[in-house]
């Protein structure tokens, strides 16, 4: 779908045309519950979030601008939702789950389909700061822009870009250290 048809669909569905709600919806709902089933590795508990996520979109729908705005917007409400979620249960999640709202990959219903270098490359952002991990998420596995990671986490995209440098750099550390404990222990 390309942007201007999007922007007539947004507009469509500012106008209460559920029709065009739900083709926002087949567009989007895909990588946002990817997105949620990522952090809280629960099929039920995920889709309840992506329900509620886009239940907000339709509330709030009026407020949108854009395509762009739109797509960030969504995975703001995502991850807000999430962390309600984790705060709800808090009686009952421990205290590694919190912390691995935001680093923590693992999906075991995608991971057959993973390459061997996207499964390295996710257990290497393990050991990334929170911030770095999430960045390179939304960069290279959400596919989203810079300005959209911008918006979702309230930053600059300098910001963004900065924080994408570093956890890059930090990455080919990581590797390196990697391969040359192989090399050592192959020796």
């Known amino acids: 779908m390309t942007e201007p048809e999007l922007t007539n669909i947004i507009i469509r569905a500012q ?7 739900g083709l926002i919806f087949e567009e989007y709902s895909h990588k ?3 997105f949620i ?6 099929r039920e508990v995920s889709e309840d979030i992506l329900s509620d996520t886009f ?3 339709w509330i ?6 854009s395509q762009k705005a739109l797509v960030s917007w969504l995975y703001r ?5 999430i962390i309600d979620y984790y705060r709800l ?3 009952t999640a421990t205290l590694e789950e919190i912390e691995n709202l935001i680093e923590d990959s693992y999906n075991p219903v995608k991971e057959t389909d993973l390459s061997l270098d996207q499964k390295r490359m996710l257990e290497l952002m393990r050991h990334l700061p929170k911030e770095q991990a999430q960045v390179i998420q939304y960069r290279f596995f959400e596919d989203l822009t810079n300005a959209e990671i911008a918006h979702i986490m309230d930053k600059t995209e300098g910001a963004v870009r900065v924080v994408q440098h570093r956890a ?6 990581l590797l390196n250290k990697q391969n040359h404990e192989k090399k050592h222990k192959a020796n």
């Open 89 to 91: 249960r808090k009686e």
């Open 77 to 81: 409400v995502a991850s807000n939702n």
């Open 37 to 42: 089933f990522l952090r809280v590795r629960h």
């Open 15 to 21: 106008q209460g045309d559920r029709d065009a709600f």
């Open 168 to 173: 890059i750099n930090n990455l080919k550390q």
């Open 55 to 57: 239940i907000k979109a």
């Open 60 to 65: 709030k729908l009026s407020q949108i601008t």
């Open 32 to 34: 946002i519950y990817k």
